[in-house]
């Protein structure tokens, strides 16, 4: 039997916490190996388990997966939350990217500087309500189903709800015009294993704080400034 898998990152979200999300709503259990020096990172580099010399890393299946994508994409696959064909795999992969581009907005909000944040925050926002949620908003409406593919609950589902969950950290009321995401939100908050992940005392990571962020930079040797979008 195989063991549970392993994820070695920062005790924090950044790329793994799409893992995190999709092996909870799987249902999986995980153990983590969290990054806390620069030699532990420099020992994972050394032994060959990061092919591009960078995290996410997760040992599963007998497998050394690198690459946030292609982890996400395994386990959807493995667990049954891909679709039941091309056709549904395709909506999910659209789906997904959408979502991603919106997250790509929200990831590195925490490296920011105050001033920058502001500036941030409100790009975050303008995207999310003109941009990302209407076309979500469009889709559910359109077909009248609980989820986006299929009437099935997939990859692209947790993959949203997360990203819905980010952005009400921006902004708590940035669903009030959106009555198919706001019912959306809350089936897929009582799926029990989502459910059991948004408890607290779970694997789920809180807002990164300056503790995160200075132990990422010094981790990875980050010396310079990042700047909003």
Do not use: C
């Amino acid at each position: 039997m195989a063991g549970k898998p392993k994820l070695y990152y920062f005790d924090g979200r950044g790329k793994m916490e799409s893992i995190r999300w999709l092996l909870a709503a799987a249902g999986v259990e995980f153990e983590e190996e969290f990054l806390e020096s620069r030699e532990q990172y420099e020992k994972l580099l050394q032994g060959g388990s990061l092919l591009f010399q960078q995290v996410p890393l997760v040992e599963i299946d007998g497998m050394k997966m690198v690459q946030t994508r292609a982890i996400l994409s395994y386990i959807a696959a493995k667990y049954n939350l891909y679709g039941k064909d091309l056709n549904e795999r395709a909506l999910i992969d659209m789906y997904v990217g959408g979502t991603d581009d919106l997250m790509g907005f929200i990831l590195m909000f925490p490296f920011l500087s105050a001033e920058d944040k502001e500036k941030q925050r409100a790009v975050i926002v303008e995207k999310a309500t003109s941009r990302y949620f209407p076309a979500y908003e469009k889709v559910l409406k359109d077909h009248g189903q609980d989820f986006l593919v299929g009437n099935n609950f997939s990859w692209a589902d947790v993959h949203l709800l997360e990203a819905i969950l980010m952005v009400e950290e921006k902004k708590s009321d940035v669903l009030s015009g959106f009555p198919q995401l706001q019912a959306f939100k809350a089936r897929m908050s009582s799926i029990p294993t989502i459910k059991k992940f948004l408890q607290p005392g779970s694997q789920r990571k809180p807002v990164p704080d300056d503790k995160y962020v200075e132990t990422v930079r010094r981790v990875l040797r980050m010396y310079y400034n990042i700047k909003a979008n």
